[in-house]
């Protein structure tokens, strides 16, 4: 008896090691369904995952969402209805509507392919391409691309493409109440600086990153109350558009890292509170 309970505790304490070795983007990207309950994004943007997130229709006034396969339509209450509010706020400059791309899963957690943020029910990417005037078909959201701002081979703005539009509908992402930040492409960020504001407050919030050419990444700040949610450290002051910017037209962004690769993310990486996610109804 004492022999077979021996065996079974031994074979518990593997399963286990097993489990918490395992990727915590294959646990959570096997997960189609949020936890019932109220909403917690808990963690932080790139570490975390969120209970009770609800899902983005893949159409509404003014915005159709992309990429429908991925099932990454998944955030908080309030990041769904920033989406319908940038929609309506665009549109009075006569922008079209926004596509949407990836948000996050149903509970969050590491995404398998493309993200290293969008884990905690608060960030979205929009892409720049302005949304057609009719409703695309389930393979046109899977095959059509979004096209690069920047001119091929630079790292400067391609005039033809982005222009007052564009430019016009980041001021609106960017001035919407709940708004932390906003990645845009350097050179991007660099034609937002070289515009004349009446009120340029709002660069603060753009933040120069890698990629983010043919979409802008909106983050939201953590709703209000939510103790297991945790803000990222304001922007620094001011527009971003002096030495900060000009450090992303050198070199140095760019060099190869000489650090490993960090091994992927386990459940023991995360809170605590987001094994309970995973493992809810
Ligand atoms: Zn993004």
């Known amino acids: 008896m004492l022999r077979i309970l021996g ?6 304490l593997l399963s286990a090691s097993v489990a918490s070795a395992q990727p915590a983007r294959e646990l959570f990207g096997a997960m189609h369904q949020p936890t019932t309950g109220p909403e917690v994004p808990v963690g932080s943007y790139a570490k975390g995952c969120i209970a009770g997130a609800v899902q983005l229709p893949s159409d509404g006034p003014g915005w159709q969402a992309m990429r429908l396969s991925r099932d990454r339509r998944w955030g908080s ?9 940038l929609a309506q706020s665009a549109a009075q400059d006569g922008w079209p509507g926004i596509l949407v791309g990836d948000m996050g899963q149903a509970r969050g957690g590491p995404m398998a392919s493309g993200h290293a943020s969008h884990q905690i029910g608060l960030d979205v990417d929009i892409w720049f391409e302005r949304m057609p005037d009719y409703k695309l078909s389930a393979d046109e959201r899977e095959s059509l691309s979004a096209r690069s701002m920047l001119k091929k081979g630079t790292r400067d703005i391609d005039p033809k493409r982005f222009g007052e539009a564009q430019r016009l509908l980041l001021y609106r992402a960017a001035q919407l109440p709940g708004v932390a930040r906003i990645f845009v492409a350097p050179g991007i960020k ?3 600086c070289s515009t004349t504001w009446r009120d340029r407050s709002f660069l603060n919030k753009i933040r120069p990153w890698y990629g983010h050419d043919d979409h802008f990444h909106v983050r939201l700040d953590c709703p209000a109350g939510v103790e297991l949610c945790v803000n990222q450290a304001p922007a620094p002051a001011g527009d971003g558009c002096g030495a900060e910017l000009d ?13 490993p690769p960090a091994p992927p993310l386990t459940l023991a990486d995360l809170p605590k509170a987001c094994t309970a996610v995973l493992k809810a109804d």
């Open 247 to 259: 450090y992303w037209f050198t070199d140095e962004p760019y060099k190869p890292s000489t650090s």
């Open 77 to 85: 209450a309030e990041l769904v209805s920033y989406i319908g509010a």
């Open 190 to 192: 660099r034609s937002l």
């Open 7 to 12: 065996f079974a505790v031994i074979a518990f």
